[in-house]
């Protein structure tokens, strides 16, 4: 089955610099590929998803790129706030129906 | 208005008992799922369904199971909880084969005393 590793697992930053996350998966049938915020005490939120038919998707400070050759892609978040800090999940699907999970990045933002 | 909710949000029981967390989502999705998330924030995936049929059954224990009763509602019945049972439970929905975007539950924090 899909394997995806995510680096780093913990990640802290200086308000207003960015943040890179990085994922790597195993399957290259996985054409999908979504990255979730987790809040404390809340369930993951879908911030942005990228598919294998496109290289890089933008939305405002967020990005995410793919790499389908080397299978890896990175979520990058630019001019980081302190409302960023949260955990930071990637995953990868080829169906809809099963979903691969990273092990999570949690970010601190430091004002 | 909530998208996918469950209930209840916590749920503090003792070992050998058997409890249901329920979840229903409003968005009109025809693909639901249940996973587990343990105390290292890993989440895995329990279950999925799709217009009420199960697809994905992955290795999870014969005490754990899903009923959909209908589209909207995709309910996790746990028999003989264990220690090894607690952790927080997700709900979550998609659209199915017009969209694989996933909406989750605010979840379930199950402790099993």
């Known amino acids: 089955g899909e394997n995806v590793e995510q680096h780093p697992s913990t990640l802290s930053v200086q308000e207003g610099d960015s943040a890179v996350i990085k994922c790597t998966y195993s399957?290259?049938?996985?054409?999908?590929f979504p990255w979730y915020k987790q809040e404390l005490g809340k369930g993951p939120q879908l911030i942005i998803d990228i598919r294998s038919n496109v290289g890089e998707k933008k939305d405002q400070r967020i990005a995410v790129t793919l790499n389908k050759t080397a299978k890896h892609f990175s979520l990058h978040i630019t001019e980081t706030q302190p409302e960023d800090s949260a955990v930071y999940f990637c995953a990868a699907s080829y169906t809809g129906n099963q979903f691969y999970f990273g092990t999570g990045t949690s970010l601190t933002v430091i004002p | 208005d909530t998208a996918v909710s469950q209930t209840p949000k916590y749920l503090v029981t003792q070992m050998g008992n058997d409890k249901s967390i329920k979840c229903e989502q409003n968005?009109?999705?025809?693909?639901m799922y249940w996973y587990k998330q343990d105390s290292k924030k890993f989440l895995k995936i329990m279950f999925s369904y799709n217009n009420k049929e199960l697809i994905i059954n992955e290795t999870v224990p014969n005490r754990f199971s899903p009923k959909s009763p209908d589209k909207a509602h995709l309910n996790l019945h746990i028999n003989s909880l264990e220690l090894g049972d607690s952790a927080v439970y997700f709900c979550a929905s998609s659209p199915g084969t017009s969209g694989f975007e996933q909406y989750f539950g605010p979840g379930t924090r199950l402790t099993v005393t």
């Open positions: 399957d290259s049938a996985s054409n999908y």
């Open positions: 968005l009109g999705h025809d693909t």
